[in-house]
């Protein structure tokens, strides 16, 4: 499947793409089945679960495993872990699935995008997994968003989030610090600190903001009482003002790229930034027509 055929393609529309001859469900011994180990989604809810298999036992699958063969009498699932996980817990023998056939990249494509549109998915699942995909397939942050049915600046504000050193990565994963207060504190050296400041202190994601602005002026003032170059929290913070980032803080040298795509995005044009070390640069706006330049012109005025 070409790049181009998949862009605002939705999900059963990809599923139902290819499938056996006689595109029937069958009824398949649930030891056979097995998860799959590339599955983005690493934390399921046990409540969640429970609730599932309450469900299942009463009234039973609704909506039949979307599986794959990968030996004979052998099957992987591409759609409804949550389901299969829910029949084990049930005691089932037997579950219905339907198997698909279906080229490898399609079935990872099909598993990925699957598991970040269910709403239970956790942030930095989902950031995980939007990552994979665009290492995976090549897209551009709009690709994406297109797919997904998702704003530009959304898919990379989550990716951003895999930035954070692994130790602040669990503590949003566990709760002790939220999305907000994991995006202000992106590319600070001293992010392992902060978060933890945040935990104890119970900050606020406003508060946190006081105190990154607190610690930018005292760095703005050493700046001017022995001039050296700013440097942030610790060596170089720059403040980037944008209403759909919630007034994230960010560094400017540690997102050169995604200066690059909310410039891009803000006016539909492909555009190249490039600095020099003495802190200068230039900004190239690319057009394929002249109708481009002239909308881009009336922007302006």
């Not at 089945?33 to 989604?41: G, S, V």
């Not at 990925?112 to 942050?141: C, G, M, P, V």
């Amino acid at each position: 499947m070409s790049k181009n055929k998949v862009l605002g393609t939705s999900l059963s529309s990809l599923i139902d793409s290819k499938i056996t001859e006689n595109n029937k469900m069958n009824f398949i011994n649930i030891d056979q089945i097995e998860p799959d180990p590339k599955q983005p989604r690493r934390v399921f809810n046990l409540e969640s679960l429970k609730e599932l298999e309450i469900s299942i036992r009463n009234y039973g699958i609704l909506q039949p495993i979307i599986t794959y063969a990968v030996a004979f009498n052998k099957y992987r699932i591409i759609s409804g872990e949550r389901r299969y996980r829910a029949s084990l817990m049930a005691g089932l023998k037997q579950i219905p699935v339907i198997v698909k056939d279906l080229q490898e990249n399609e079935l990872l494509k099909i598993s990925l995008i699957e598991n970040i549109q269910r709403e239970n998915l956790t942030i930095l699942e989902e950031a995980r997994a939007y990552n994979k995909i665009l290492d995976i397939f090549n897209y551009s942050h709009i690709d994406l968003a297109n797919i997904l049915g998702k704003t530009r600046s959304h898919v990379s504000n989550l990716i951003r989030l895999l930035k954070l050193p692994i130790t602040v990565q669990n503590m949003l994963e566990k709760g002790e610090i939220s999305y907000g207060h994991a995006r202000a504190i992106i590319g600070l050296e001293n992010s392992e600190k902060i978060a933890e400041k945040i935990k104890l202190e119970k900050w606020s994601v406003r508060e946190l903001e006081k105190f990154i602005s607190k610690e930018i002026k005292k760095l703005e003032h050493d700046k001017v009482k022995n001039d050296l170059p700013l440097k942030k929290l610790d060596k170089n913070i720059s403040n980037i003002s944008d209403p759909q980032l919630e007034n994230t803080n960010l560094s400017i040298h540690d997102d050169f790229q995604y200066l690059t795509d909310l410039i891009s995005s803000k006016i539909a044009m492909k555009v190249k930034l490039e600095s020099s070390k003495d802190g200068k640069g230039k900004v190239s706006i690319f057009f394929n027509r002249l109708e481009e330049l002239e909308g881009f012109l009336t922007k302006l005025k």
